[in-house]
């Protein structure tokens, strides 16, 4: 079965065929259009120049899938679109896209939540995962850990009570003026770094819940820098900058497994799967392969260019689920809920 997948929830507009068989998916193309310039300057995304650059990037994004993968329109078997959540008006640019392809080719359509679209990015190098599996989806937007039973289900254990973890990455980048997307920019800094800073202190709830919360950390980083605004000016090659980075990426990562254990005790898990962006961290990649194999749990992490948002990862979702019978009256759904 040949897939394409349309993806536009935030600030990426990507496009890939991924050709589902017997083993597993096979990623035929993957097309990805960034529009890091255009936020760049005002250090986020800014919703309505999101969803104008989108309508201009969605056809040449399609396109240029299908021309990657050597084919046409009339060889898909099926087109799966992200439904949400996401800024309804980036949703709205390939949603709409997606209907108006089936329409045209009479193909069949699916409508897929985008953190499933994040599950799935694992089914690429690890088709035969063992179940259940705990799932740590860690990106701009979301900070949550769920359990799954299969590819197609995901369970909430806990989730940030208040920033995700990208968040605290991109506005570490901002105060230390080092550019945008921060992620990368931190982790790029925090490997040159000799040592770490002074350690932060992670949250303590006093309800007992299990959760996270990253909000004190851009608190912790303001402070640092209004104590020594040196950092603010001083650059990625700076050593103080580097450490602050490294210690910033080592708390990061040191909570965010830190619950990890238990749960996986709690309900048997056999694997852990974690994917969005802030997968692509490089320490927390290492951390995760240590704790895994001390708990003896698969690890599926995807490659980087299919842990940050990518058509691929809603066409490998969408193969698994039905197609919608009557796809014109669906809608996007910026809150869309799983299970939905
Ligand atoms: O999944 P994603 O592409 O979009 C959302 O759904 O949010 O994730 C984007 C987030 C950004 O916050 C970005 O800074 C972060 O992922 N990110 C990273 C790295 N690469 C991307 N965070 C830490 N280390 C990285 N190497
Ligand atoms: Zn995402």
Redesign the pocket.
């Known amino acids: 079965m040949l897939v394409l997948g349309l993806e536009s929830?935030?600030?990426?507009c990507s496009a890939a065929v991924v050709e589902e068989t017997t083993a597993g998916p096979l990623l035929r193309s993957l097309v990805r259009e960034s529009q890091d310039a255009i936020h760049g300057p005002f250090g986020g995304v800014v919703p309505e120049l999101a969803a104008r650059e989108h309508l201009l990037q969605v056809r040449a994004v399609m396109a240029g899938a299908l021309a990657q993968a050597g084919i046409g329109l009339a060889e898909l078997d099926r087109i799966a679109v992200t439904r949400g959540p996401?800024l309804v008006g980036s949703l709205l640019a390939t949603f709409s896209a997606s209907k108006a392809v089936a329409w045209h080719q009479d193909l069949p359509w699916v409508g897929v939540h985008?953190l499933l679209g994040?599950l799935n990015a694992a089914r690429f190098a690890s088709p035969d995962l063992p179940f259940p599996a705990l799932v740590l989806?860690?990106?701009?937007?979301?900070t949550h850990l769920y359990l799954a039973k299969d590819w197609t289900s995901l369970q909430l254990l806990q989730k940030t009570r208040d920033d995700?973890?990208?968040?605290a990455?991109?506005k570490t980048?901002r105060m230390l003026n080092l550019g945008?997307?921060?992620?990368?920019?931190?982790?790029?800094c925090a490997q040159a770094a000799p040592r770490a800073a002074d350690p932060f202190t992670p949250p303590k709830f006093r309800d007992g819940k299990a959760s996270w919360s990253f909000s004190g950390l851009k608190t912790g980083v303001k402070l640092r820098v209004e104590r020594n605004p040196h950092l603010a000016k001083a650059g990625a090659a700076d050593p103080q900058v580097q450490a602050l980075c490294r210690s910033l990426?080592e708390a990061?990562s040191a909570w965010l497994l830190k619950p990890l254990p238990e749960w996986a005790e709690a309900h048997d898990a056999r694997s852990l799967v974690i994917?969005?962006?802030?997968?692509?961290?490089?320490?927390?990649r290492a951390e995760a392969a240590t704790l895994a194999a001390r708990l003896g749990l698969a690890l599926a992490i995807p490659e980087?260019r299919l842990?940050?948002?990518?058509g691929a990862m809603i066409a490998a979702a969408g193969a698994l689920l039905e197609r919608e019978t009557d796809p014109w009256i669906q809608n996007a759904d910026a809150d869309l809920k799983l299970g939905a």
């Open positions: 929830s935030c600030d990426d996401g985008h994040h989806l860690v990106s701009g937007g979301h995700a973890a990208g968040e990455f991109d980048a945008y997307p921060g992620g990368p920019l931190v982790d790029a990426q990061i994917s969005g962006g802030v997968a692509c961290n490089s320490r927390l980087p842990c940050t948002d990518n």
